[in-house]
């Protein structure tokens, strides 16, 4: 059965209430719940974190060896962490990078992304179906 690590950065404990208007009124467990039944209805396995810490997320990354895949919502550390990106290149897993948000019609500094040039795929601007789409575009790399 395909495993895949489901990673949220921070701030997405604060979803449903943090700036609706950009990340939606979704919380973060009802996008967990949302990705575990699509989990179902597609024979994976996933496990969902969320820390405010990138060194919590990069032990994520590098204890990893479990799953087939990550599908990472790094959130602001997309644009800031090179240790984050540098992490994701030395496991040599394949991964899809999602944003909630469209991140081309936000401020210009969320244009560029660390993740999306070592990426097989980036999602962004769905809001919480983002995470459906990216758990789909992976499970279909790795079938």
Known sequence: M??????????????????????????????????????????????FKQ?????????????????????????????????IADTLKAINKPFIEIHLSNIYKREEFRHKSYLSNIANGVISGFGSYSYILGLKALKQILD
């Open 2 to 47: 395909t495993n895949i690590l489901i990673i949220n950065g921070p701030n997405l404990n604060l979803l449903g209430f943090r700036e609706p208007e950009i990340y939606g009124y979704d919380s973060l467990d009802d996008i967990f719940k949302q990705c575990q039944d699509f989990a179902t209805e597609a024979a994976i396995t996933i496990d």
């Open 51 to 83: 820390s405010n810490h990138e060194g919590e997320i990069i032990d994520w990354i590098q204890n990893s060896q479990k799953f087939d895949g990550i599908v990472i919502n790094a959130a602001a550390y997309s644009h800031t962490s090179i240790a």
